[in-house]
């Protein structure tokens, strides 16, 4: 019974320490990102509002929007996308909503809470599973 | 100890034959929003590998649980087993999952929820060795280690359900189940988990009793010779230049159309982007599918090897194939090393507390 209660007792200290672990880990909303006074390494999960491609300058302009209007401009290269994905940003490169990793730079001007660059752009697979099946080598 | 080790041939024979077909015929959506298609080839090694993990913890946790209420030392023995091997499967859940998800995430390590979790379920079953390894005492360290190991089960649930509890980039089960549904591909999904997952269990029985030395690990060498052609199969193409000039070379799908029987594709390589045409078999099946009310082309995104020729500044491709993910081969190259680890340490990890205490023995 002893061995029983210790393990109920860390068991709990255990889901206690992994909860917070987990959620502290989680993503950030536009409009949480407006409590960052200084240039911060964060974890975005937004939905794009628009997208502009700068290609004299070698950007992209990712304008990303919380459901209360809150928005964060994250700025990528546009060489690096093309690397990584094949073409610039459209539809079939970029899904409605996203999570970027980045340094956010507060600055408020109009609707955007600042600006985000970005060093990761991470995707889901959720959408992968509900195309149809391909086979081939 | 001979069926044991008999069982485990035969499961890896088969075994080998399943990662060989997974990794050469598996499907793979045919619309992914980034990397290479075929990365999700690794549906069939890594998602085997996890519920091998989530398997081998529970049965650890079982008979832990057994072990706080009837005091059998037995079961001490056993739970501990089934925990090693559960840590072994679960590194190489870490690592196969990296490896994916550098290449259809964008990043290897994300503090994705899920990974988070699974990172906390390995480090509370890696204190849990911690812990038995400092207790010297013979009679306190079963149930203390015992104890901590009923504990630190708590993250299984905890790294389970995170998905559908809070946003993250692992797919719940439904979501998997969508594409897991149709042609052969529950067949080579639901075989793969049931093999990966019995050979864990064999592996950790086979820890329990002590081990069985080389026969061990040469029952394992099948899934190891599987996973050796598939690199040396799957790793060149991945080398070839991205240069169109020469006989052979890779390029990247952009877009494209099929007209009067002739494929032709944008694709890009090393120095911008080609017009590529090609006539014959095309190296995928279907060509095109409607997926969001969309007509797409299923060879987007696809690295493509090309055997052709470049005239007037169209490749014209006398043959072309599918790259697949050079990660897909290093992931079956991983977990055939996975199971030969198993087999070897499966004589060193256990022979303490299974003295004389295994069910049938004299005690």
Same mark, same amino acid.
């Not at chain 1, 700025?75 to 610039?88: D, E, K, N």
């Not at chain 2, 990397?35 to 549906?43: D, E, F, H």
């Not at chain 2, 969309?294 to 052709?308: I, P």
């Given at each position: 019974m002893k061995g029983l209660i210790l393990a109920a007792a860390v068991a709990l200290v255990i889901l206690l320490v992994g909860y917070m672990a987990i959620t502290s880990s989680s993503y950030e909303s536009v409009s949480q990102l407006a409590r960052y006074s200084r240039p911060t390494v964060v974890t975005v999960r937004a939905r794009v509002a628009d997208i502009k491609t700068l290609p004299d300058r070698d950007l992209i302009v990712f304008v990303l929007e919380d459901d209360n209007g809150s928005r964060v401009l994250?700025?990528?290269?546009?060489?690096?996308?093309?690397?990584?994905?094949?073409?610039?940003?459209?539809?079939?490169?970029?899904?409605?909503?996203?999570?970027?990793?980045?340094?956010?730079?507060?600055?408020?001007?109009?609707?955007?809470?600042?600006?985000?660059?970005?060093r990761e752009i991470l995707q889901g697979c959720h959408r992968a599973y509900e195309a149809p099946p391909a086979t081939g080598g | 100890m001979r069926k044991l080790v008999a069982a485990l041939a035969a499961l890896s024979m088969v075994d080998s034959a399943t990662l060989w077909i997974s990794q050469t015929a598996g499907p793979f959506p045919s619309v992914v929003p980034l990397?290479?298609?075929?990365?999700?080839?690794?549906?069939? $090694?890594?998602?085997? $590998?996890?519920?091998?993990?989530?398997?081998?913890?529970?049965?650890?946790?079982a008979l832990a649980l057994l072990y706080l209420l009837r005091g059998r030392r037995w079961m001490d023995g056993a739970a501990h087993s089934f925990i090693i091997s559960g840590l072994i499967f679960g590194f190489s859940t870490l690592v196969t999952g990296m490896i994916w998800a550098s290449e259809s995430w964008g990043s290897p390590w994300n503090w994705d929820p899920r990974e988070t979790g699974v990172l906390f379920m390995f480090l509370a079953f890696l204190v849990y060795l911690a812990v038995r390894s400092s207790i010297r005492d013979p009679d306190v360290r079963p149930r203390v280690s015992m104890a901590f190991a009923v504990a630190a089960y708590a993250t299984i649930p905890l790294s389970f359900l995170v998905p559908y509890l809070m946003p993250s980039l692992h797919p719940t089960l439904p979501e998997t189940g969508m594409f897991v549904r149709g042609g052969t591909t529950p067949l080579i999904f639901g075989g793969r988990v049931a093999l990966v997952s019995a050979e864990g269990v064999v592996l950790a029985l086979l820890m329990w009793k002590g081990g069985a030395g080389r026969r061990a690990w040469l029952a394992t060498l099948p899934v190891l010779l599987a996973g050796l052609v598939i690199v040396s199969l799957q790793i060149p193409p991945n080398m070839a230049r991205e240069r169109p000039s020469g006989d052979t070379f890779k390029v990247r799908v952009i877009s494209g159309s099929l007209l009067n029987e002739t494929l032709e594709l944008r694709v890009r390589g090393d120095s911008g982007t080609y017009i590529l045409l090609y006539r014959g078999d095309p190296p995928i099946?279907?060509?095109?599918?409607?997926?969001?009310?969309?007509?797409?082309?299923?060879?987007?995104?696809?690295?493509?090897?090309?055997?052709?020729?470049?005239?007037?500044?169209? $490749?014209?491709?006398?043959?072309?194939?599918?790259?697949?993910?050079?990660?897909?081969?290093?992931?079956?190259? $991983?977990?055939?090393?996975?199971?030969l680890a198993l087999a070897l340490v499966s004589g060193r990890v256990n022979q303490e507390s299974n003295l004389g205490l295994i069910p049938g023995d004299a005690k």
């Open positions: 994250a700025l990528y290269r546009l060489t690096r996308f093309i690397s990584q994905y094949g073409a610039p940003p459209s539809h079939s490169t970029v899904e409605q909503e996203v999570v970027m990793r980045g340094v956010f730079y507060p600055s408020r001007s109009g609707n955007a809470i600042g600006r985000l660059e970005i | 990397g290479n298609p075929t990365a999700y080839r690794n549906l069939y $090694i890594h998602v085997p $590998i996890s519920v091998a993990t989530y398997l081998l913890f529970t049965l650890g946790f099946k279907p060509l095109f599918v409607t997926f969001g009310g969309q007509k797409r082309l299923t060879l987007e995104k696809h690295w493509l090897l090309v055997r052709g020729s470049v005239e007037d500044g169209r $490749i014209v491709a006398s043959s072309l194939r599918l790259v697949p993910y050079w990660g897909n081969a290093v992931n079956s190259l $991983i977990y055939a090393l996975t199971l």
